[in-house]
T-cell receptor, first 116, second 111 residues
C-alpha cells in the first residue's frame, strides 16, 4: 500500500466549530487531493494541490479551505462545520504525469466526519 | 455537474458469470481509470486506459474506451465472491490535474 494516512479516522463535532483533517504521505508525490463521498454522489473533488503552496478548487469547494506547506502534508479545514458536511473524506495522492504510473491515484483509508 | 455516470447503479450476478459495467463522461480526456472500493475502505486502482487506446486487458479485467461516444466499459470475467465491491470510473480531463469520478456501480457476486 502507498504510504498515505489520514487523521483523525473518525470525528464527531458540532455545527459551527472548526475542523481540520490531515493527510500525510511518505511517497513524495507531487499531487494531493481531497474528496468527499456521499451516498448517490460517488466521490466529489473538494480541493487539490499540484505542489507545495499550490492549490486549486474542485467541484464542491464551498465551505472548505486547504493548505500545503510541505510535500508530505495536505490539510483540509472546515472553517465552520455544517450538517451538510457530514461525510466520508478521502485523501489521494498521485505522481508526475510524465512517468509511468504517474496518473494512478492512491487513496487513504478515509475520515468519517459527523456534524451534529 | 461534471460527474460521469455509471450504469447500472447496482448489479447482482452468480459466481462464474461475467459482469459488465459502463461509464459515460462529458469532457475530452487524457485517460480513464477504473477503481474498486470495498465497503468502508479507500479506493484501489484497477486499470488505466489512455485516450488513444481502444481496449486494454489486465488479468480478468477488460476495459474498452470509445472517445467518440465518451464512454467506457469494464468487463470482469469469471467473477468471484471476492469481486463484490463498488466500481468507479475516473477521468483526467485534458489540460487539468483534476480527476472526476463517476457515481459508481455496486457489484454483488453471489457464491
Amino acid at each position: 500500500d502507498a504510504g498515505i494516512t489520514q487523521s483523525p479516522r473518525h470525528k464527531v463535532t458540532e455545527t459551527g466549530t472548526p475542523v481540520t483533517l490531515r493527510c500525510h504521505q511518505t511517497e513524495n508525490h507531487r499531487y494531493m487531493y481531497w474528496y468527499r463521498q456521499d451516498p448517490g454522489h460517488g466521490l466529489r473533488l473538494i480541493h487539490y494541490s499540484y505542489g507545495v503552496k499550490d492549490t486549486d478548487k474542485g467541484e464542491v469547494s464551498d465551505g472548505y479551505s486547504v493548505s500545503r506547506s510541505k510535500t508530505e502534508d495536505f490539510l483540509l479545514t472546515l472553517e465552520s462545520a455544517t450538517s451538510s458536511q457530514t461525510s466520508v473524506y478521502f485523501c489521494a495522492i498521485s505522481g508526475d504525469r510524465g512517468i509511468a504510473g504517474g496518473e494512478t491515484q492512491y487513496f487513504g483509508p478515509g475520515t468519517r466526519l459527523l456534524v451534529l | 455537474s461534471q460527474q460521469g455516470e455509471e450504469d447500472p447503479q447496482a448489479l447482482s450476478i452468480q459466481e462464474g458469470e461475467n459482469a459488465t459495467m459502463n461509464c459515460s463522461y462529458k469532457t475530452s480526456i487524457n485517460n480513464l481509470q477504473w477503481y474498486r472500493q470495498n465497503s468502508g475502505r479507500g479506493l484501489v486502482h484497477l486499470i488505466l486506459i489512455r485516450s488513444n487506446e481502444r481496449e486494454k486487458h489486465s488479468g480478468r479485467l477488460r476495459v474498452t474506451l470509445d472517445t467518440s461516444k465518451k464512454s467506457s466499459s469494464l468487463l470482469i470475467t469469471a467473477s468471484r465472491a471476492a469481486d463484490t465491491a463498488s466500481y468507479f470510473c475516473a477521468t483526467d480531463a485534458t489540460g487539468t490535474y483534476k480527476y472526476i469520478f463517476g457515481t459508481g456501480t455496486r457489484l454483488k457476486v453471489l457464491a
